[in-house]
């Protein structure tokens, strides 16, 4: 079986207490470098023997060699610079992350900025940690390798109108756009080339354009040059152009979520509705992974719009609180989401069930430090998944 399979998790995986001490250890200058990489070693090597024991096909190396869930892909481009303090001038007040940091009288730490032409070094930051992982696994396995990946629009939509890139640099987005796309192209062909085939984007920002709080500020930001009908349209473009060029046996899905910050934290509200047809008609990915914890992300209806060629992950077990979901309950929602499909494609509920998976509804620390949740509650909660998968589809990956 390829992906996506039957049981599924979202990447990052809450980091053991020694990792996180010693990388602010070293943060502080205060840590050996050399000490934080053997730890790591570690703690991979506990955490996919978890995933592996759980039962778990498609493993990752929990995000741990990374402080937030986008890496390090953006800071090592040419013409992307790491600001540290930025001005909050530059943030549109209205991207919902960007809201929860004024909320709580703050700016994000650190953000990334075009100060010149963007292009790809040629070197990868993204492909040690695939290698490290081939290391612990038989070379059958390799391709059961998942890698998530930065958002390509993730360092355009926090910013107000002009904000993104010098006008010097770039003339519009398009431009703009053209070159990120450039540089994801090189990002897979050595991914590619490096064993990898299963690649998940993380995108909050695509779920961002259900928020009828954010979809009201941007209206009312005069500086806008695109309304945001037109911004989705040319993200989707953007993802489209960067897909259309990677390597054929790849396989590409996205994540939305609605926020995922420290303490279980969430930035926005708004079902798919409003951006289904474009996101699942639209999109030239395999795979979407949902979240669909709560309330908040709606119903499964905008599912119907989801056409037979593709797939779709629910995240219907929370990562963001230990409490266990009802798995009979649980089960009820997913054939619930499989009429829907059926019916929206003129297709047999079984044959919906084929194109979909289960998983918790978003990581468990896409920032270092975590959701409220401790470990021994995460792997609950991934027991969870792989025990209902193995009800629903038994036998089955």
């Known amino acids: 079986m390829s992906p996506p399979f039957r049981a599924e998790?979202?990447?990052?995986?809450?980091?053991?207490?020694?990792?996180?001490?010693?990388?602010?250890?070293?943060?502080?200058?205060?840590?050996?470098?050399?000490?934080?990489?053997?730890?790591?070693?570690?703690?991979?090597?506990?955490?996919?023997?978890?995933?592996?024991?759980?039962?778990?096909?498609?493993?990752?190396?929990?995000?741990?060699?990374?402080?937030?869930f986008w890496g390090t892909f953006f800071p090592s481009l040419n013409g992307m610079k790491e600001v540290h303090s930025p001005p909050i001038e530059i943030f549109r007040p209205y991207a919902p992350d960007v809201a929860a940091f004024i909320e709580e009288v703050q700016i994000p730490g650190e953000t990334v900025i075009c100060t010149g032409k963007i292009s790809h070094t040629g070197e990868s930051t993204y492909v040690d940690q695939v290698e490290y992982l081939k290391s612990l696994l038989p070379k059958e396995r390799w391709g059961?390798?998942?890698?998530?990946?930065?958002?390509?629009?993730?360092?355009?939509?926090?910013?107000?109108e002009g904000s993104a890139y010098p006008k010097g640099v770039y003339a519009n987005d398009q431009e703009y756009f053209a070159d990120i796309a450039k540089a994801y192209h090189v990002e897979f062909d050595i991914l590619h080339k490096a064993g990898l085939r299963n690649?998940?984007?993380?995108?909050?920002?695509?779920?961002?354009?259900?928020?009828?709080?954010?979809?009201?500020?941007?209206?009312?930001?005069?500086?806008?040059?695109?309304?945001?009908?037109?911004?989705?349209?040319?993200?989707?473009?953007?993802?489209?152009?960067?897909?259309?060029k990677a390597p054929s046996d790849m396989h590409f899905g996205v994540h939305l979520c609605r926020g995922n910050f420290v303490g279980s934290r969430h930035f926005s509200e708004g079902s798919y509705d409003r951006i289904a047809t474009k996101l699942f008609q639209g999109l030239n990915v395999n795979t979407y992974y949902l979240e669909y914890d709560t309330p908040r992300a709606g119903g499964f209806e905008p599912l119907a719009h989801l056409p037979k060629s593709k797939n779709v992950v629910l995240g219907?077990?929370?990562?963001?609180?230990?409490?266990?979901?009802?798995?009979?309950?649980?089960?009820?929602?997913?054939?619930?989401?499989?009429?829907?499909?059926?019916?929206?494609?003129?297709?047999?509920?079984?044959?919906?069930?084929?194109r979909i998976s289960i998983s918790p509804q978003c990581g468990f620390a896409s920032h270092s430090a975590g959701n409220a949740i401790s470990i021994p509650q995460m792997e609950n909660k991934l027991k969870l998944v792989r025990d209902i998968a193995n009800e629903?589809?038994?036998?089955?990956?």
């Open 392 to 397: 629903v589809w038994p036998g089955e990956a």
């Open 9 to 68: 998790h979202l990447g990052s995986l809450l980091r053991p207490a020694d990792l996180l001490a010693k990388r602010d250890a070293v943060n502080k200058q205060e840590g050996n470098a050399e000490e934080l990489a053997s730890i790591e070693d570690a703690a991979i090597r506990h955490v996919l023997q978890k995933q592996l024991d759980l039962g778990f096909s498609a493993v990752t190396d929990g995000e741990y060699r990374r402080h937030m």
């Open 144 to 160: 059961d390798i998942k890698l998530t990946v930065a958002a390509p629009n993730w360092y355009h939509l926090r910013y107000m």
């Open 316 to 354: 219907v077990v929370t990562s963001k609180f230990p409490k266990l979901e009802d798995k009979e309950e649980v089960k009820k929602r997913v054939y619930e989401a499989a009429e829907i499909i059926a019916k929206g494609n003129s297709e047999t509920t079984a044959e919906a069930m084929k």
């Open 199 to 244: 690649v998940q984007f993380d995108d909050p920002n695509l779920a961002y354009f259900c928020s009828e709080k954010m979809l009201k500020g941007w209206e009312e930001d005069k500086t806008n040059v695109y309304t945001a009908d037109e911004t989705f349209d040319n993200y989707i473009q953007l993802y489209n152009d960067i897909i259309a």
